[in-house]
């Protein structure tokens, strides 16, 4: 994971958590002993990662105090640094 970029909450039957994370592949492997209890920063990227980051939209509603934590949704795509590209203003129509 890079970074959570949009994070909310709502309170209902328990608590839903919209999360947009950047997420990229790095060479520490999550059921490996040796990077278990590593630092996320501390893990280098993987080799030819470069263009592979990826925007990902989770929803997961949990009741902790019934120890319950569910994934609701995910979806994920290709990271695009830049929402607004360039030419796109360029190809709207003319305003009057």
Known sequence: MIS???PTTQAEAGYKYDL???L???QCLKNDAGTRDVELSQCPLAPHSEGQT???DFQIWTRPWLHITRLISQHCQPHNPDPCPR???ASLPPQD
Do not use: Q
Request: with cysteine; net charge negative; hydrophobic share 40%.
């Open 4 to 6: 959570p970029l949009l």
């Open 20 to 22: 947009t994370m950047e």
């Open 24 to 26: 990229v592949p790095t």
């Open 54 to 56: 990826l925007t990902c």
């Open 87 to 89: 030419g796109t203003a």
